[in-house]
């Protein structure tokens, strides 16, 4: 077991144009998150899967923003039209459902800068 | 609404040395879980530890403790014998259940561990 791992690193991109970013959790665990966390602050909770159902959805997540998880195994999440407030670092993490389900890993994150 | 609040946002130690993080939280549930995540420069978050609200008992880690005062709503971390590869930020965080699957967490707290 590798761990959750996220691609890519690193996305630099101009404003207006549209990103994908992709996480592949635990191979065992059933729940898949998405969190943005932007400089000197916290992560914030974005959306959440059980599955390839997609189960809560903040409302920081905008039309713009659209996950999914197609096979219940990996995960993308796009964003549209980007703007400079989407710059963040973009955290995914997997926990399974029984067992301890509030247990959450999470991967390395995408960072976005948006020039 | 869920908050968590780190009043701190950064704090220093000696090597060798033990240090506090505060952290506290506001919740009408009674059955929830709490977490401190260490996040080092430009790596992935982890899992330090958690405490089970309905456990009186507080939680401990190796050199890692918590202090839970559930009338109080505090959660506190001590960190004894600091060494440099505890330098990180470090975000308390609480994790609800039910409806919601989501982790709140604090802004963080910068702790640099001085040789």
């Known amino acids: 077991d590798t761990g959750v791992s996220q691609d890519p690193r690193h996305k630099i991109t101009k404003r207006g144009q549209n990103v994908t970013f992709r996480c592949d959790p635990i191979?065992?665990?059933?729940?898949l998150y998405w969190y943005r966390q932007t400089l000197g602050q916290g992560p914030e909770f974005l959306t959440y899967?059980?599955?390839?159902?997609?189960?809560?959805k903040s409302r920081l997540l905008s039309d713009r923003f659209s996950a999914e998880r197609p096979k219940g195994s990996f995960s993308t999440l796009e964003i549209q039209r980007t703007e400079q407030g989407d710059s963040a670092m973009y955290l995914c993490?997997?926990?399974?459902?029984?067992?301890?389900?509030?247990?959450?890993?999470f991967g390395p994150g995408t960072r976005l800068t948006v020039t | 609404a869920q908050t968590v609040t780190q009043s701190q946002p950064e704090m220093s130690v000696q090597e060798a040395e033990t240090v506090t993080l505060s952290c506290t939280y506001d919740?009408?549930?009674?059955?929830?879980?709490l977490f401190w995540y260490k996040q080092p420069p430009s790596r992935q978050m982890i899992l330090v530890i958690r405490?089970?609200?309905?456990?009186?008992q507080n939680a401990t880690e190796n050199r890692f403790s918590v202090n839970f005062q559930k009338a109080a709503k505090s959660f506190s971390l001590k960190i004894s014998d600091s060494q440099l590869g505890d330098a990180a930020m470090y975000f308390c965080?609480?994790?609800?259940?039910?409806?919601?699957?989501?982790?709140?967490f604090g802004t963080g707290t910068l702790l640099a561990v001085q040789p």
């Open positions: 191979s065992e665990h059933n729940r």
């Open positions: 965080a609480s994790y609800y259940g039910g409806a919601t699957n989501k982790l709140i």
């Open positions: 899967f059980q599955n390839e159902a997609q189960l809560e």
């Open positions: 919740t009408s549930e009674s059955d929830y879980y």
């Open positions: 993490a997997s926990s399974p459902t029984s067992g301890r389900p509030y247990e959450q890993y």
């Open positions: 405490q089970e609200a309905y456990k009186q």
